[in-house]
């Protein structure tokens, strides 16, 4: 009997003790359960979650002609049959580019040189851009004619520049190459710069003197014109906001000016009456140039009585660019300084 009774007790110390392992194994379970490792659901969850967004490789761009057009989003390999000093702004050197661009820009002349050249703008070789592989080809409208071409070797568009100002070029060619923050930081830098030269020139220029802008020779022979705030006057009027005189402003109001005020050599005491002039001299037509200085009407201008009358490099001044401003505006600063 005692035999029997040391067997059920044997049992009723084995129940007791499953009985508190079971006990701590679910404690343990519980306290696991609160604790930083995730359930099977949410591993489950997290599995299955996408990864963060990840920015597009293309998108799709409207360009100038109304064109939407799947371009890289970060175009590495660009060929620019315009719209090179933009780029090279945005510290973006094309692939290639147009003939016409390599052969100005005489300020960044070394940083080009090495550029594949692509040929003409209207006639581009089209077996060379092949072989340079771009994944962007940025062009404007007057080669429109070519965009179907281009396009079977690389996604082509059209940045407008009829009837834009130089600043909406650069932030259009920004836009286009995914450089929109790049280029807003360049335009804010300018500003500063150009903040720094009128103050510089403060006590170079009386308040009050008034400056001119004019072109001899250019597109035409016996050709005479002036600028306002466009083109070769774009540094002088807006950036340096230098005063024209009543008359120029006047006659630039009107309109109809992009390509200046074409005059007669009889206009000038009227239109080149500034105190300072800074002039652009093309030597397409020497014999013009030979009559223009040895005009009375020249040197009886205020200006030239005052030995204020600055010749200034056509590749330069003649540029209308951001990336010429810059140039422009040192160019200035450092003659007016003298």
Not at 146 to 163: D, H, M, R
Not at 253 to 278: C, Q, W
Request: aromatic share 8%; proline share 4%; net charge negative.
């Amino acid at each position: 009997m005692l035999k029997a009774w040391n067997k059920q007790y044997l049992l009723l110390i084995l129940v007791l003790m499953v009985s508190v392992l079971a006990a701590c194994g679910n404690s343990s379970s519980n306290s696991n359960s609160n604790a930083a490792s995730p359930s099977p659901t949410a591993e489950a969850a997290a599995e299955t979650a996408p990864p963060a967004a990840e920015e597009a490789a293309t998108r799709v761009y409207k360009d100038g002609l109304g064109r939407e057009v799947t371009i890289p989003t970060h175009p590495k390999k660009i060929i620019a049959l315009q719209y090179l000093p933009e780029m090279m702004a945005l510290e973006t050197k094309p692939t290639g580019v147009a003939s016409h661009l390599l052969n100005g820009f005489t300020y960044m002349k070394d940083q080009i040189a090495d550029i594949p050249d692509i040929g003409q703008t209207n006639e581009p070789n089209l077996e060379k851009i092949l072989e340079l592989e771009p994944d962007l080809i940025i062009t404007a409208e007057w080669s429109k004619d070519q965009v179907e071409s281009l396009n079977k070797i690389a996604p082509t568009i059209v940045l407008t520049w009829e009837g834009l100002d130089a600043v909406a070029h650069f932030k259009n060619v920004a836009d286009a190459l995914g450089q929109s923050d790049k280029a807003e930081a360049w335009l804010q830098n300018f500003n500063k710069e150009a903040e720094e030269a009128r103050a510089t020139l403060a006590s170079k220029v009386e308040k009050g003197e008034t400056f001119g802008a004019v072109v001899i020779g250019g597109f035409a022979k016996g050709q005479l014109r002036v600028y306002g705030d466009g083109n070769v006057g774009y540094t002088l009027f807006n950036t340096l906001q230098f005063p024209m005189t009543d008359f120029v402003q006047t006659e630039w109001n009107k309109g109809d000016n992009e390509l200046g005020i074409n005059l007669s050599m009889e206009k000038l005491p009227e239109y080149a009456s500034a105190d300072r002039l800074f002039v652009v001299r093309f030597d397409n037509d020497k014999d013009f140039l030979k009559q223009i200085d040895e005009s009375s009407l020249w040197q009886n201008l205020p200006a030239y009585k005052n030995k204020k009358i600055y010749t200034v490099d056509s590749s330069l001044w003649f540029s209308y660019d951001v990336l010429s401003f810059q140039a422009q505006l040192k160019d200035a600063v450092r003659l007016l300084s003298e």
